[in-house]
């Protein structure tokens, strides 16, 4: 496969794609120059500057991947990317120590006035007395947002012996109290910390979260500092604080436009300003640069990638557990669509059995890719399924059984659609998937490209009129199964055919009298 990377890649990265991928690094284009490119790509690369917008996406029409050399996807339109099917990853382990340590030098250079000393002396000037710093030992660090840089940041703070404290929804009392940390309300952190670090994505939510309100609810001679991302501190009010001496100092490496021309920080007293060096380490390159590649890779082999930002996280063991159900998902979803002849309204998938006791996403989705292709021709993956399903209305609903009777493991589904509904079940055996379920019918097939499946009144000859019906159009019966409900009641027979049976066949069958209903099924098998 082609991978286009357009922002500087360390060549760890670079390397390891190479050895399975045909890689290009164009460096420096305009956006509409990776626009014309993305057409003949499968992976695209990036770090924080491109911007992949709805439609840099659309223009990627082979595009399964874009892979984000950073912490931070926000400028990757996600929700374009999933509609697409593709994959977005990025890298939020490897610049962890690298950022961390940035914050702590800024705090450190704030309490002591360092980069004002320094320019002091390159004028030939010797002030000692306008430098009195303040120690951060005893004092008080808010951290905002307690993901892995911001638990990074606490083991250090509190090896300077800092009073640690921090506000993170997603994160429990217990969690932050293994890292010494005193997990509070938000408020509560804003009105007790000597400084204060925020480490959290940039969102709706987060953009402008500190601002004159809350700067004004902070202890006056505040530390702030910002190491994620630019906006998360309301510029404009953090000047404003910084000229009133509301805030003490602040620390930020990260800004709303980048470069920052007319940015009023540039203009206000006490700030240590960096140019968004917060990954900028060998080392943190290196391990950026190695942890998306490797996900790239995973996602070009159709793995799960460890850090995809919009598909599901899979365990290896999860993932292993329940990779031979996918195939069999995918094409009870193929089956229903194509029996059901009508849009879906609800699908129910009831997952019993050994797949039950784990993480089922996939397996949702891989029936809803079966679902939705078979009458769509929008590309579906794994990683829109369930997006294009809620555009298209559908109600799923997702039921987990123990026991799966006499089998080890069983999936059912059931479509309904306002004119009816189809159920349609089955297992895996001997590594392969296997029809065990039409409607009421019990049955044991194997799947085929193409089938045939009739519900037919039980009479004598109706079997042997079909068999000679698809004879005369060459069609040759691979296997089959038949299940009736009582004799001489009504019955199913399912067909696995070499070919498609032509038109001529069905219509004939449709006008048979012992006939109640005929389905042609193609199904997209692969492994």
Do not use: C
């Not at 060096?277 to 060998?282: F, I, P, V």
């Amino acid at each position: 496969m082609k991978i286009l990377v357009v922002e500087p890649l360390a060549a760890e990265g670079l390397e390891i794609l190479r050895r399975h991928h045909e890689v290009e690094v164009r460096l420096g284009l305009a956006r509409d120059e990776i626009i014309a490119l993305l057409p003949e790509y499968d992976a695209l690369v990036v770090r924080s500057q491109v911007k992949v917008d709805a439609e840099m996406i659309a223009a990627g029409a082979r595009l399964v991947v874009v892979g984000r050399a950073g912490v931070g996807v926000d400028n990757v339109d996600l929700e374009a990317a999933t509609r697409a099917g593709i994959t977005v990853v990025n890298a939020p382990t490897g610049n962890t120590i690298a950022a961390a340590e940035l914050t702590i030098a800024l705090l450190l250079g704030l309490a002591r006035k360092t980069a004002a000393a320094d320019a002091s002396m390159r004028r030939g000037e010797w002030k000692r007395s306008q430098f009195t710093g303040t120690e951060l030992r005893g004092k008080t660090l808010g951290i905002v947002g307690l993901g892995k840089i911001g638990q990074a940041i606490a083991v250090r703070a509190r090896a300077m012996q800092m009073t640690v404290i921090g506000s993170d929804p997603f994160v429990t009392p217990e969690q932050a109290a293994t890292l010494g940390v005193e997990l509070l309300p938000f408020e509560d952190v804003v009105a007790r910390a000597d400084a204060i670090t925020v480490h959290v994505p940039k969102t709706k939510a987060t953009t402008g979260m500190i601002n004159a309100a809350v700067i004004e609810r902070m202890k006056p001679g505040v530390l702030l500092l910002n190491v994620a991302r630019g906006g998360i501190i309301d510029e404009a009010d953090l000047a404003a604080a910084l000229r009133s001496g509301r805030v003490a100092g602040a620390g930020i490496d990260v800004y709303t436009a980048e470069p920052p021309t007319g940015n009023p920080l540039l203009e206000a007293p006490n700030t240590l300003l960096t140019p968004h060096l917060g990954a900028s380490t060998e080392e943190a390159q290196v391990a950026v640069a190695t942890e998306v590649a490797e996900q790239i890779l995973d996602v070009l082999e159709g793995r799960s990638a460890r850090y995809a930002v919009n598909a599901p996280l899979l365990t290896a063991e999860t993932a292993q557990a329940i990779a031979p159900y996918l195939p069999l998902a995918e094409i009870l979803g193929q089956f229903a669509a194509q029996m059901l002849r009508a849009a879906p309204r609800t699908l129910t998938i009831e997952i019993a059995g050994e797949p039950a006791a784990h993480d089922a996403s996939p397996l949702v989705a891989a029936a809803l890719r079966g679902l939705i292709a078979a009458t769509s021709e929008e590309r579906v993956n794994l990683v829109n399924a369930g997006t294009l399903a809620k555009a298209r209305g559908i109600t799923v609903v997702e039921r987990k059984v123990q026991s799966a009777g006499a089998f080890s493991s069983l999936l059912t589904l059931t479509a309904e659609a306002d004119g009816g509904s189809i159920t349609v079940a089955g297992t895996v055996a001997g590594g392969e998937p296997r029809l065990v379920r039409l409607g009421a019918h019990a049955m044991d097939l194997a799947p085929a490209g193409h089938m045939l499946i009739t519900n037919h009144r039980d009479r004598p000859g109706t079997v042997g009129r079909v068999g000679a019906m698809l004879g005369q159009a060459d069609v040759n019966i691979s296997s089959m199964t038949l299940a009736r409900s009582a004799p001489r009641a009504d019955a199913f027979m399912v067909l696995a055919l070499d070919d498609a049976p032509p038109a001529s066949v069905i219509e004939a069958l449709h006008a048979d009298d012992a006939m109640i209903d005929v389905w042609s099924v193609t199904l997209d098998i692969h492994p």
